[in-house]
């Protein structure tokens, strides 16, 4: 069983600085971004992300469906919220395993924990997702540095003895 991370997207990206600004300006992008950020989330964490935005208010919204990088995005159609998309896939997967929603939405939480879901508020998601991305990058610089990838360095000894021997026999 893995664990199942419901976000409720747009809640997430006004919680987030960078993400809210660009809410104003780039509904789109700042979906986008957010979708990007999750997508390396979700290898760092190794769970299945599913995030739901509100459509509605969409006039004519059918709603949709579709996984970018890893991640489930699904739109609410129109006169659907993402909370109530939220909480019917919370009654689906809690029967499946560990499942926690992503928002900060009080009205989702009492929901939440009557299903026996976890609820991660947007700040704590947003630190946790910064925290794993310096994490990695912190090892990914520390192998670049103690990486050397001179032969003479993965060499044992005894082979680079059997090699100074041929070398000297010139």
Known sequence: MEDILIIDGYNIIHAWPELAGLMDKELEHARD????????????????????????????GLGGRETRNGVEVIYSQEGETADSVIERLVSMYIKEGRVAVATSDWSQQSFIFGKGAARMPARELVEEVTRLTAE????????????????GTRLNDDIKAVLEKIRRQK
Request: some cysteine.
């Open 136 to 151: 990695k990058k912190e090892k990914l610089q520390e192998m670049v540095h103690s990486n050397d990838q001179r032969l």
């Open 33 to 60: 971004k957010l979708i990007d950020i999750l997508a390396e989330y979700r290898v760092l964490r190794n769970c299945r992300i599913i995030v739901v935005f509100d459509a509605h208010l969409v006039k004519g």
